[in-house]
């Protein structure tokens, strides 16, 4: 089920943000005007993204400096072992809309 | 030395300078004993026979690593061309101070470098009849007296324990102690000493060109030799990495409660305002009380410091927890007013954190007037409402209602004067004159109000009458004899011989913070004109002075007195009270903004700065500059979403 998270305006292209979706903590990155959605949290011990650095399309984590790959959550640099979640996302009425599944992979 | 970050656990709190060095630290109660009093826990680096402390040369860098309780240092010693990294925490509910080095070379060479630890405890905050002493059995260091343990442990990555260690004696002639010695890089191994005693530790990396090695580091602390042996076999067992995940994880969960939604904040201001709850939570302690800071070196008078529990500061502090959802620290916090408020209903100046009544220079004044700050008895008052406002927790307020509600509302109706409406004399927030402030009127207005309203709660029906018709004559009072018309605002006081005192000064600013008067009515808005005109700090880098000609750490005459973070945010709060627009509220978001850039690199707010170099000035952190930061910006988020819902197409 797509759920919506936020205007298309609240993040600035260049810029990234933290946004709460019930339990959820999704990053919300702008790369030229491109959203791209991800799980808020460092896969490894729990860092908050939205304060690491973003340089072209590499998202370094604010505490243990693992990296990732802004558009598909890969892991480009340890500690950190598992790929971020990505959210598929929709754009509609300047509104963006973000699957969210239970844990099963059932929308929820 | 202002203190760059502080940390704990709310029974040990540890400031650290900007060299890197461990300045103060209390145990087993925040603000209470410090084994330290600005003595250093230091390090320092040998290397190629060169040694270099932290405070010779290294270029450090220091903050706190976002959104968590534990600081980051950076530094590079560019004569030894090596690179450190340290993570520094105090574990969340373990007694122990964590530490992470990462050394690398960063030359072309394989070298031999060592790592030195030195401590300069002063147990129970003096140099007399401390023990320190090596234990082989554990491989630690251990300093104590009496009740008090800190034993000092530590391994490599590579799981080498330390390569040297030495006690030895300091304070006397011929003896700086071991810190001194280990300059040559050689610590003698002397196993124990007694008196007057430090020690030093080092550990010896073989590094290989480029690489790097990490050192791990804790200070296990107990009231026992048994308490710290356990600590320090927990530490081992679990290991440092793994603790210091632990705190930043737990720091992390507890920053992140989903109060307020925060999205709409600028990054700088979202970022101050964490530290800021992190900061002050750092300062509160696990029996209730909440220091007014940990810095020990500013030394306000007679040194003394501002280690203490004053209710002013620690009501404001609550203030800003409730606001966030931080009800449990808020609930201790008011247990412990409940504990030490006086027969007659007042509190006294301030407070030790175990409860008793601090150091004063507060003078008796004459038959009328009690040495107190009467505002901090009303500040409690009306925070205690404003919990229940929010929690509506009224099994808990049942609790402090006999004592702590009903004897401080007695004391705020018995000191008021009949023939004025006013409260009787009492000191001043800034503790500097007796007579009846503006600030205190209001804040006592605020006393009873709030009085009033847990009368009602409680079916009090003469109490409330009484409570309604006292805070309405205080509010005519305050019109009537604090007002000037001439001057169209409100002046700052009234002394003993019935002379105004008509300087302007930031703390009127408590007309409308308190409830007393609306912020667009037009006394306030004269008032606040008029503060922003004469204390704006426009020659330099703006805030607010706190009063016109202000003397206390002055360090210009061509300003009328350094921005103090806490009148700036009056300022703020003040044009995000009367705003009615998205355009006029940007002008709150702009003082938040000043506040947010204008503390140290790590986030930490002062008490005041340097007008010209932004420097801090006096203490540092002041927990009263960040609570009124965190006030500030919840009600600019409220304001916000209230602007918001009432012009839907412009949000």
């Known amino acids: 089920m797509f759920k919506r998270l936020c205007t298309t305006k609240d993040v600035s292209p260049g810029e990234r943000k933290q946004f709460d979706l019930k339990e959820e903590e999704i990053l919300v990155a702008n790369l030229k005007g491109q959203l791209h959605c991800l799980e808020g949290r460092c896969s490894h011990a729990g860092a908050p993204l939205a304060e690491g650095s973003l340089e072209a399309d590499i998202l370094t984590c604010p505490w243990h400096y693992s990296q990732f790959k802004i558009t598909n959550g890969s892991v480009l640099r340890g500690p950190a072992a598992r790929p971020l979640q990505v959210y598929r996302t929709e754009e509609k009425d300047g509104q963006l809309f973000v699957e969210i599944k239970d844990r099963k992979g059932c929308d929820i | ?651």
């Open chain 2, 1 to 651: 030395m202002p203190k760059e970050t502080v940390i704990g656990n709310g029974c040990i709190a540890i400031a650290f300078d900007s060299k890197m060095n461990i300045r103060d630290f209390f145990f087993p109660r925040v603000g209470l004993e410090n084994h330290l009093i600005g003595h250093l826990l230091r390090m320092g680096i040998w290397a190629d026979g060169s040694f270099r402390w932290s405070d010779d040369g290294w270029m450090i860098e220091t903050e706190y690593m976002p959104e968590t309780l534990v600081c980051r240092c950076r530094a590079i010693i560019p004569e030894l061309d090596i690179h450190l990294v340290t993570n520094d925490g105090v574990h969340h509910s373990l007694d122990v101070f964590l530490r992470k080095v990462i050394i690398r070379n960063r030359s072309g060479s394989s070298r031999k470098v060592r790592l030195f630890f030195a401590h300069d405890f002063h147990v129970y905050g003096d140099a007399l009849g401390d023990t320190v002493m090596y234990d082989p059995a554990l491989h630690s260091i251990i300093h104590y007296k009496r009740n008090r343990y800190f034993l000092i442990g530590g391994i490599t990555g590579q799981k080498k324990g330390w390569h040297q260690f030495s006690t030895g004696y300091k304070e006397q002639p011929g003896r700086e102690g071991t810190w001194k010695d280990a300059e040559d890089g050689i610590l003698e191994g002397n196993p124990i000493a007694q008196g007057s005693v430090d020690s030093a530790v080092s550990f010896e990396l073989d590094l290989q060109p480029s690489s790097m090695e990490i050192i791990y580091y804790w200070i296990a602390c107990g009231r026992s030799m048994k308490q710290v042996a356990d600590l320090d076999l927990e530490v081992k067992k679990m290991g440092v990495e793994q603790l210091l995940l632990e705190t930043e994880n737990y720091w992390a969960a507890w920053v992140n409660r989903k109060e307020i939604d925060l999205y709409r904040l600028p990054r700088n201001i979202l970022k101050a305002y964490k530290t800021s709850l992190l900061v002050m939570r750092a300062h509160a302690d696990r029996q209730g009380g909440i220091i007014a800071s940990l810095d020990s070196d500013i030394l306000q008078f007679n040194r003394d410091t501002y280690s203490y529990v004053w209710m002013r500061d620690g009501a404001i502090a609550a203030l800003a927890f409730d606001l966030t959802g931080f009800q449990e620290v808020t609930r201790r916090f008011f247990q412990f007013c409940d504990k030490v408020i006086t027969e007659e209903g007042f509190f006294h100046h301030k407070y030790s954190p175990d409860g008793s009544v601090g150091s004063s220079w507060l003078a008796p004044s004459g038959p009328q007037g009690l040495p107190i700050e009467e505002d901090e008895t009303a500040l409690v008052l009306y925070a205690l409402w404003k919990h229940f406002q929010k929690y509506r927790d009224i099994e808990f307020v049942e609790s402090v209602y006999p004592n702590l509600v009903l004897k401080t509302t007695d004391f705020l109706l018995k000191y008021i004067d009949p023939e004025t409406g006013l409260p009787r004399p009492s000191f001043d927030l800034w503790e500097e004159k007796y007579g009846i402030f503006t600030w205190t009127a209001g804040t006592v207005y605020a006393g009873l109000k709030a009085a009033a309203k847990f009368a009602r709660v409680f079916y009090h029906r003469d109490r409330h009458e009484a409570l309604c018709l006292a805070s309405r004559h205080l509010r005519e009072a305050m019109v009537k004899h604090l007002y000037d018309p001439d001057r169209r605002r409100f002046v700052k006081a009234i002394y003993m011989d019935g002379s105004r005192d008509t300087i302007v000064d930031s703390s009127a600013s408590a007309v409308f913070l308190y409830g007393g008067f609306g912020p667009r009515e037009v006394v306030v808005e004269n008032t606040m004109n008029s503060i922003f005109d004469k204390l704006w700090i426009g020659k330099g880098i703006g805030g607010l002075a706190r009063y016109e000609d202000d003397e206390y750490q002055r360090v210009s005459r061509s300003v009328t007195g350094n921005p103090w973070f806490i009148s700036t945010l009056w300022l703020a709060r003040w044009h995000i009270a009367r705003t009615q627009s998205m355009m006029q509220l940007k002008e709150g978001l702009d003082l938040l903004s000043w506040a947010a850039d204008h503390s140290l690199p790590s986030g930490v707010m002062p008490e005041q700065i340097h007008p010209f170099t932004g420097e801090p000035v006096s203490v540092s952190p002041l927990v009263w500059s960040h609570a009124e930061f965190v006030i500030a910006v919840c009600e600019y988020l409220e304001k916000h979403q209230e602007i918001s819902i009432a012009l839907p197409s412009q949000g």
